[in-house]
Nanobody, 123 residues
Framework: VQLQASGGGLVQAGGSLKLSCAAS????????MAWFRQGPGKEREFVAS????????NYGTSAKGRFTISNDFSKNTVYLQMNSLKPEDTAIYYC?????????????????WGQGTLVTVSS
């Protein structure tokens, strides 16, 4: 299984970006996909997760009210729409996939990881 994240870039504070992550592989059966991020000098942080059908979502504190996770089940793709971006959102954003019992915010619950995409928010 491979996860390919894209959509990162440089944006001014208050702007928006949409990240995408496509999963590929003949045996991709993960039931949850998620986004995490790691800022400079910080630990990896949970951003959001979504179940395979797209009917359930979970957000980390920093994402609530500004970010929206969605997916396209047919394409095994998950998206992260980020609005009202702040300089503290600057980080490498990683997508992950796994089959935890619920929309687990712990990184250890996910089996597959993408390479990350850099988001830089300027003030």
């Amino acid at each position: 299984v491979q996860l390919q994240a894209s959509g990162g870039g440089l944006v001014q504070a208050g702007g928006s970006l949409k990240l995408s992550c496509a999963a590929s592989g003949p045996t991709f059966t993960s039931t949850v996909m998620a986004w995490f991020r790691q800022g400079p000098g910080k630990e990896r942080e949970f951003v959001a997760s979504i179940n395979r059908s797209g009917t359930m979502t979970n957000y980390g504190t920093s994402a609530k009210g500004r970010f929206t996770i969605s997916n396209d089940f047919s394409k095994n793709t998950v998206y992260l729409q980020m609005n009202s971006l702040k300089p503290e959102d600057t980080a490498i954003y990683y997508c992950a996939a796994g089959s935890p019992q619920y929309l687990n915010p712990r990184a250890s619950a996910y089996t597959y990881w993408g390479q990350g995409t850099l988001v830089t928010v300027s003030s």
